[in-house]
């Protein structure tokens, strides 16, 4: 990673002994949005000791620009010495999840943990805005929908997200928007499943009817 590589997310770190009291008041001054970590005032070296207390701040820039731009404008912002490092994010779900240790790398560790009520998110940070799906993970979401459909016998899109409002976590669906982007995406092939749950009830609904009415003519 080059000095000179521009991103839209960032990361850093402030300590607490080298910001000011209205630190948060004057990130949100900046006008961007942010997601703010809990104190992480447990976390400790290799040696034992315990490490200083500081924040992890997700950025997410209006434009691509570079590290040093970040870095300048938090120091502008907060005092020459208010920033000690900041990096690129590759994986949004990944940091925020870092945020409280929650991450896999951070679980594997066996970082603290921190409690994700005391993110604190700033003009209008939402994680479900930046968290994105590859070609592989759509299938795979597209094939779990598709075999939920069979197993239980949706007839429509709004059977279908009934369901998924209430197990979406079981099943390891994504949150809504992306949901919805997969659905609107493979609209034709979830039709016809739809369809064909529907044929086939109503051609269970015949056979019952049959069967009642031999009953009686009998």
């Avoid at 300048?72 to 870092?98: A, C, F, H, P, W």
């Avoid at 597209?142 to 369901?163: A, E, H, P, R, W």
């Avoid at 739809?194 to 051609?203: A, L, T, V």
């Amino acid at each position: 990673m080059t000095t000179k590589q521009k991103s839209r997310y960032f990361a850093f770190i402030l300590y607490t002994e080298s910001i000011p009291e209205d630190w948060i008041l004057k990130l949100e001054a900046l006008d961007i949005s942010m997601a703010i970590s809990p104190l992480h005032d447990k976390d400790k070296n290799e040696d034992g000791n315990y490490k200083k207390p500081h924040y992890h701040v997700m950025y997410v820039a209006k434009n691509p620009v570079t590290i040093e731009a970040i870095r300048n404008r938090i120091k502008r912002t907060l005092g020459n010495n208010s920033i000690s490092y900041v990096e690129i994010i590759d994986s949004m779900k990944n940091y925020y999840q870092y945020l409280t240790h929650e991450s896999k790398d951070a679980i594997t560790k066996k970082k603290q943990k921190y409690d994700v009520k005391e993110i604190i998110t700033i003009n209008g940070f939402d994680i479900d805005r930046y968290v994105t799906l590859d070609d592989a993970q759509k299938n795979e979401v597209l094939d779990i929908t598709i075999g939920l459909t069979l197993k239980y016998g949706f007839k429509n899109i709004v059977d279908f997200m009934d369901f998924y409002f209430e197990h979406a976590d079981d099943y390891g669906l994504p949150n809504l928007r992306l949901m919805n982007d997969i659905i609107k995406s493979n609209t034709g092939i979830l039709r016809l499943y739809f369809d064909g749950n529907y044929q086939r009830h109503q051609r269970e609904i015949m056979k019952d009817k049959e069967k009642r009415d031999q009953k009686w003519d009998g």
